[in-house]
């Protein structure tokens, strides 16, 4: 079996997914786990919430990914043979569609047209499409892979909140969960910074604040029903 190397953008498909599966997976665990701790101090009835909501956000996640992916590849699809169908038809205007991308970057009207005839003559389908929607032929973003990083960085980033409730004593579980949570937010958010070539602090600093505020708001809600 031939070996196929990921492109670019099938990377940062892999890791876009794998770090939004993985900060749900913190978020949703910490904030349902800490929420039911606020209500019971029952190991069992924590555990089973805890995995209940794991399992749950991991395959929804997943899901979500699937077919947000699949419905972009099929589109994408979708225009390459709308395109296809134009330049079997009609490819005066895939001509001057390229000429005139050209032109409108600075190029003289005759060099434009002349670019616009060598690739006329050279996969012109490929050139059109990428020129016209940023679509690379043949090159479309894996739902699979998606799904698969999604559900793996999901239950990886909601394991970190539902250990700390069951292995640490009665004593330690709201703040050992706390700062396991807040630990787990600090890698995918800063995760997340690297993949995008943002800055890391701020991307760190939304992803603390929101697992806080989330973990803060749960935690009392189940104290009004101990």
Known sequence: MEYKKLTLS?????????????????????GVILGVTGATTNNTV???AGIAEMLAVAFSMASGEFVSVSSQKDTEKAVVAKAETLLATQPTI????????YEQRGADPKLAAR???DLMT????????QIKYGIVVGKY?????????????????????????????DNLKVIGTILATLWALF????????????????????????????????????????
Not at 94 to 101: S, T
Not at 204 to 214: A, D, P, Y
């Open 10 to 30: 099938e990377k940062l498909n892999i890791i876009r997914a794998g770090v939004l599966g993985a900060n749900d997976g913190i978020i949703g665990g910490a």
């Open 46 to 48: 924590v555990f089973v």
């Open 94 to 101: 895939v001509h001057d569609e390229i000429a005139i991308y």
């Open 115 to 117: 670019v616009a005839d």
């Open 122 to 129: 050279n996969d012109a389908l490929k050139h059109y499409v």
């Open 141 to 169: 973003l894996s739902p699979a892979h998606a799904l698969v990083s999604s559900f793996i960085a999901s239950i990886s980033g909601g394991i970190w909140p539902l250990l700390s409730v069951i292995l640490l004593p």
């Open 187 to 226: 890698l995918t958010g800063w995760l997340s910074a690297w993949a995008g070539r943002a800055p890391i602090i701020p991307a760190v600093l939304r992803n603390i604040f929101t697992g806080v505020l989330t973990m803060a708001f749960t935690y009392w809600l189940g104290t009004l029903f101990k």
